[in-house]
């Protein structure tokens, strides 16, 4: 069992940068690959990025490609997702979650706002 506690997010202007945390429970984190979800206002839940369990391999959905940059440190149990070059339509819940993701391991969520 894991889990999964996001923070970091806030209100940010356009141009801006964020850096989100996703600190985890337990023994098996490193084990999963993991992914950095966002869900917006009237929009379904997508993935953005996603790293496997070694760091060796990314994901990046392509609305956020070459502006974040996913992370983790499995020796801290935390996963970061650097957001530079911030947009409105950045604008939403940030989630953690293995990839694929967990039903079972959803959090709260970090809110990012950006401005215009």
């Known amino acids: 069992q894991v889990q999964l506690v996001e923070s970091g997010g806030g209100l940010v202007q356009a141009g801006g940068s964020l850096r989100l945390s996703c600190a985890a429970s337990g023994r098996t984190f490193s084990s999963y690959d993991m992914g950095w979800y966002r869900q917006a206002p009237g929009k379904e839940r997508e993935l953005v990025a996603a790293?496997?369990?070694?760091?060796?391999?990314?994901y990046y959905a392509d609305s956020v490609k070459g502006r974040f940059t996913i992370s983790r440190d499995n020796a801290k149990n935390t996963m970061y997702l650097q957001m530079n070059t911030l947009k409105p339509e950045d604008t939403a819940i940030y989630y953690c979650?293995?990839?694929?993701?967990?039903?079972?391991?959803w959090g709260q969520g970090t809110q990012v706002t950006v401005s215009s």
């Open positions: 790293l496997s369990w070694s760091g060796d391999n990314t």
């Open positions: 979650n293995p990839d694929p993701a967990n039903l079972n391991y």
